[in-house]
């Protein structure tokens, strides 16, 4: 096995201690591909953690960005720019072909501030239509909505909430595609909050007969709805929001990880129904839907949208699917998750013995491939839409190395 770099490798850096104790100091990057500072390269499965959806060194993106910043780099919330209007008219018009009109969006800075500004907005709706006392929210296990104090509350994994409580009250958490868990909701409940295709807790999808009751049992008690499309949406399965292959409609929708190419950037889309009850001075934002970032995702929006680059991302997360099932029938120990370059591959282990995820993560990355992590014990690939099917063989091809090595101790 190939050493880790370690030219490349800074101990104890000075960033606070919620960080690793290490890290790899990156250079540059051309697509799929990243140098680290000593020259050696990496195939990037992670995508910056499913950000960088159109690969890196992009100088169409860093052109815009540049002539954007020599016009205005920032307004505030006073104003807006012409981005901000041409990038909010083309995301509320993607509720029309999938289903679910929106009437507005509301631009943020991460998926953390897109989640808490539909907890917002649904707390608003339920209070202006339902009165007081019907403000509950209801979440699933594996879940991760974000880091702050709301979307935290939602995020029930004890390693995150423990060292924060107590959160904010109102919030309940269900198993994950339990229907019979369903018939706790009532008028009490503002929202349910939800990841169509699950990412940090294991990339489980919504089965359709839980989509369907969950869809049902909201409408019937007038309780929104809001997909968390951060990492699985904007293409990312072969159609730009994941709930559309499987079988949801929701009332809101939040984005944010790829949407300006790597610049922060973040969206809360709203029904007409929630957007007629907000007041001015409800929510707001000082950064988010800047012009520089919405200048950026006006591309990045355009790029993703085109029939022909979607029906890539399907065919490659297709192919995706076949080599990593080709693991599987060598090595039992493996099972295939997710959707379309949203990607797992579960290791089965005992939980007594000494190897874990981390181990195969760290072999990966001395071989050349970055890849992440889900839950305890799910490799996560998350790589830019823009992969080739040469660097999925190639990436495949280090799993199957890594994984030969490393198959006794499972």
């Known amino acids: 096995m190939t050493d880790t770099n370690t030219d490349a490798i800074v101990h104890q850096p ?15 990057g051309k697509g799929t591909e990243v140098w680290d ?67 507005a969006v509301h631009f943020g800075n991460s998926g953390t501030e897109a989640n808490e500004a539909a907890l917002k907005y649904a707390r608003v709706y339920a209070l202006r239509t339902k009165g007081e006392g019907h403000h509950k929210f209801m979440s699933f296990t594996g879940a991760f909505h974000g880091r702050t104090f709301g979307s935290l509350s939602l995020t029930f994994t004890e390693k995150y909430q423990k060292p924060y409580s107590p959160l904010v009250p109102g919030c309940e958490v269900a198993p994950y595609n339990d229907i019979k868990a ?18 940090e807790g294991g990339l489980e999808k919504l089965s359709p007969g839980f989509a369907r009751a969950l869809q049902e049992t909201c409408r019937r008690h007038d309780i929104l709805i809001i997909a968390d499309e951060i990492q699985a949406g904007y293409g990312r399965t072969g159609t ?14 939040t984005l944010a990880k790829p949407m300006a190419g790597g610049l922060p950037l973040s969206a809360t889309l709203i029904p007409a129904k ?4 907000v007041h001015v001075g409800d929510h707001g934002t000082t950064f988010g839907g800047g012009p520089v970032t919405t200048a950026v995702a006006n591309r990045v929006f355009d790029i993703i949208t085109e029939p022909k680059f979607l029906e890539t991302v399907t065919r490659r997360g297709k192919q995706f699917e076949r080599l990593l099932k080709s693991l599987k029938k060598e090595f ?13 591959l579960r290791l089965k282990h005992d939980p007594a013995k000494k190897t874990l995820i981390g181990d195969v993560i760290a072999a990966c990355q001395a071989r050349g491939l970055l890849v992440l992590r889900a839950g305890t014990d799910v490799l996560r690939f998350a790589p830019p839409l823009t992969v080739s099917k040469k660097e ?16 006794a101790q499972f």
């Open 274 to 277: 929630v957007n007629d009850l």
């Open 37 to 103: 500072k000593a020259g050696k390269r990496y195939l990037d499965f992670t995508g910056g953690i499913a950000v960088n959806a159109l690969g890196h060194g992009r100088k169409d993106l860093a052109l815009i960005a540049r002539k954007q910043m020599e016009k205005l780099t920032h307004v505030s919330n006073l104003y807006t720019t012409q981005p901000a209007l041409d990038l909010a008219q083309k995301l509320v018009g993607t509720g029309a072909s999938a289903g679910s009109p929106f009437a």
């Open 182 to 199: 369903l018939t706790r909701l009532d008028r009490t409940f503002a929202a349910v909050l939800i990841e169509p295709l699950q990412g």
């Open 392 to 407: 999925l063989d190639e990436a495949v091809g280090i799993l199957k190395a890594v994984l030969t090595e490393t198959s």
């Open 240 to 253: 730009f929001f994941s709930w559309q292959q499987l079988g949801l409609v929701p009332d809101i929708v």
């Open 332 to 344: 039992t120990f493996t099972e295939v998750k997710g959707m379309g370059l949203l990607r797992g």
């Open 14 to 28: 000075p960033f606070p201690k919620n960080y690793a104790d290490e890290f790899l100091v990156l250079d540059h």
